[in-house]
């Protein structure tokens, strides 16, 4: 049997049958609206499910959360539960994001994550258990449209916290506009101290290191000194980079 809302208008405190009566269906809504399930393949969240045990022990697949419009204050938990090695992808509905994210990654058992639907088209990440993570494409910001081969990168976050690293190769350019990637998972919080960033290795003599811009997905490589680097000096050179900084 479905079970609506309970209506706390139908409560009158000089009626202690209606009280009862409030409070049965009060409490069937909240047991009908608190239920478990465990998939074992590719799973669109139901309207009663607030906690998903996601087992991938067959394969990798995708948990959908519902569309956060309407749904003020829902509560979503996705566990990945098995000690395998298939990762278990939260995928958004629509243009939803999660904390600023298209998706979400549970990649080790007990990796766990607690949504929150702000109402309107994203899903708060309130509670991280384990840390999310996925995968992230450096790509050129440098405005001249360079193609980086080679380019790929993964992330990790516990709560504001994020860790990046990735590494790509430049064309050959003489292009002489500074050079920059983008593409970071999350946006940097905006003050100078989040910035930082590490060039932990390079086949290049110039840069020496790499630093976000706060407020956006990109940075931008640095010479031992400080200066800016052009595309020209990074041409044909392979680049390892990590990054770990407050999300904005």
Same mark, same amino acid.
């Given at each position: 049997m479905?079970?609506?809302v309970p209506n706390p208008q139908n409560l009158f405190v000089n009626d202690w049958r209606s009280v009862g009566g409030w409070l049965r269906d009060a409490y069937r809504w909240i047991i009908a609206n608190q239920a478990i399930t465990?998939? &074992?393949a590719a799973y669109t &969240?139901?309207? *009663?499910?607030?906690?998903v045990r996601a087992d991938a022990t067959a394969g990798a697949y995708s948990v959908t959360i519902p569309a956060a419009l309407g749904r003020d204050g829902r509560e979503i938990i996705v566990t990945k539960v098995d000690s395998g090695g298939n990762v278990v992808t939260i995928a958004r509905s629509g243009s939803d994001t999660f904390n600023g994210s298209t998706s979400l990654s549970l990649t080790a058992q007990w990796d766990s994550v607690t949504l929150i639907s702000n109402g309107n088209n994203a899903w708060d990440v309130t509670g991280v258990g384990r840390p999310t993570s996925g995968a992230w494409?450096? &790509?050129?910001a440098s405005g001249a449209a360079l193609t980086l081969t080679g380019a790929a990168g993964t992330w990790r976050r516990w709560g504001d916290l994020i860790w990046a690293s990735g590494l790509?190769?430049?064309?050959?350019t003489a292009d002489a506009s500074n050079a920059a990637i983008g593409g970071l998972p999350f946006t940097c919080a905006n003050n100078n101290q989040s910035r930082?960033?590490?060039?932990?290795?390079?086949?290049?003599a110039t840069a020496r290191g790499?630093?976000?811009t706060a407020n956006t997905t990109n940075a931008s490589f640095v010479t031992a000194a400080g200066a800016l680097v052009t595309n020209a000096q990074m041409s044909t050179f392979l680049n390892y980079f *990590?990054? &770990?900084?407050?999300?904005a």
């Open positions: 479905a079970w609506g465990t998939p &074992v &969240v139901a309207e *009663n499910i607030h906690y494409t450096p &790509v050129d790509c190769t430049y064309p050959v930082t960033g590490t060039l932990s290795y390079t086949t290049g790499i630093i976000i *990590n990054f &770990v900084y407050p999300a």
